[in-house]
């Protein structure tokens, strides 16, 4: 109860809205809505779809907003692993029981391992960069505010600004790595170190003021990616191979989370909800399922099924009716899931209470910090 109570609810509901921006983004993007859509319809999908892309970067931000002068929890990582487990065994048995999809006895074990995160590139990542928090926190500590300034500036210029031009080809980091969670960890961290609000140029302003900033300036930068996606394609209809080369490096790097476009709107994105004053304990109970929101709707066998037999690739259309059905899809696949992950956590509760579950815990957890 009081870890619930000492949560911030803005943060909280900022996990909620980037949970749901997830779902919605995967719905767009597994239904290929943006390449097959036309006229309208097209360029309202690619820019939510571009403008919501900052989904994956807020929970890292986030995380290094929090976690900077925190203590690596090994029993955190523990029920991480173990909630991608259950959903892993959960779902080879529904797709053993409804059978539409054949698995061999090598899938099934590899399915069910304890040590295997089911393709969640996000868990692999995140635990990653969980493990090496400590290190970083010792630099956080460290480092003078000029020091800590001048890393993330290093860091943004390799591994956001030279990755993206090189289109990968110099530095490999398209916001799906390790390092790139280092990084945003980083800028997380200094954010919860050196408050922005406090700084020279937001503390004399209202609150409303810099709310109203943060947000004018997470849509300009969305604007601005949409602006450079359709000016790369159009650059790409070029017969000079420099140019269509430009344009091919705006144009892929429109979700590419290491975009210094996208790094930034990220940031304006988090800044945002960081001056919000909202206390709620239902926000506070309901952000505890997003992770467990993720595991479900994007579970590869759940993807195979759903995707597969629901969500037929969107033809050359310009109904705008469309947009609306996708919408209302993404809210039903979040809500299921959410309730999905509410059953989970209300029996991982209470099997936490048992004597015997507790003393497995123990030593588990001694185990592992003693080797």
């Known amino acids: 109860m009081k870890e619930v109570q000492t949560r911030k609810s803005n943060f909280e509901l900022m996990r909620i809205i980037s949970m749901f921006f997830i779902v919605f983004w995967h719905v767009l993007l597994h239904t290929n809505i943006i390449h097959n859509a036309t006229g309208t319809l097209q360029y309202l999908s690619t820019f939510i779809y571009i403008l919501i892309s900052i989904h994956v970067n807020s929970f890292v931000l986030v995380t290094g907003y929090f976690q900077y002068n925190k203590k690596m929890k090994i029993r955190k990582i523990l029920n991480l692993m173990g909630q991608v ?41 995140y635990i990653a960069l969980y493990l090496l928090t400590p290190l970083l ?17 290093i860091l943004f210029i390799i ?21 790139a969670f280092i990084f945003l960890y980083l800028i997380g961290a ?30 300009f930068f969305g604007i601005l990616n949409f602006i450079c996606y359709y000016f ?8 000079n191979t420099v140019i269509r080369d430009l344009g091919s490096t705006f144009v892929s790097s429109v979700d590419n989370f290491s975009s210094p476009i996208l790094i930034i709107q990220s940031v304006c994105y988090v800044l945002f909800f960081e001056t919000l004053t909202i206390k709620s304990r239902f926000i506070n ?9 993720y595991l479900v709707h994007e579970n590869k066998y759940v ?13 050359s259309t310009t109904n705008s009716s469309i947009l609306v059905k996708l ?18 956590h209300t029996l991982a509760k209470l099997c936490s209470r048992l004597s015997v579950i507790k003393k497995l815990n123990k030593k588990i957890t001694n185990y592992i910090r003693d080797f």
């Open 85 to 125: 487990w259950f959903y892993n065994i959960l779902f080879v048995v529904l797709t053993l029981v409804i059978g539409f999809m054949t698995l061999s006895r090598l899938e099934i074990i590899q399915s069910t391992s304890f040590l295997n995160m089911g393709g969640y590139w996000f868990v692999n990542s």
């Open 137 to 153: 926190n010792i630099f956080v500590e460290k480092a003078s505010q000029k020091e800590h300034k001048m890393i993330l500036a």
């Open 159 to 179: 591994f956001s600004v030279v990755a993206v031009l090189t289109k990968q080809q110099t530095i490999t980091n398209d916001g799906r790595t390790v390092i």
């Open 190 to 219: 200094y954010l919860g170190k050196y408050p922005i609000q406090k700084s020279y140029h937001f503390r004399n302003n209202s609150k409303n003021k810099n709310q109203l900033i943060f947000l004018s300036f997470f849509f």
């Open 232 to 239: 790369g394609n159009t650059l790409l209809t070029s017969s």
């Open 285 to 293: 109970k309901f952000s505890v399922l997003t992770l467990g929101i």
């Open 303 to 315: 993807c195979s099924y759903i995707y597969l037999r629901f969500f037929e690739p969107i033809t």
């Open 327 to 344: 919408f209302l899809i993404a809210i039903v696949m979040f809500l299921i899931s959410a309730i999905i992950e509410w059953i989970r």
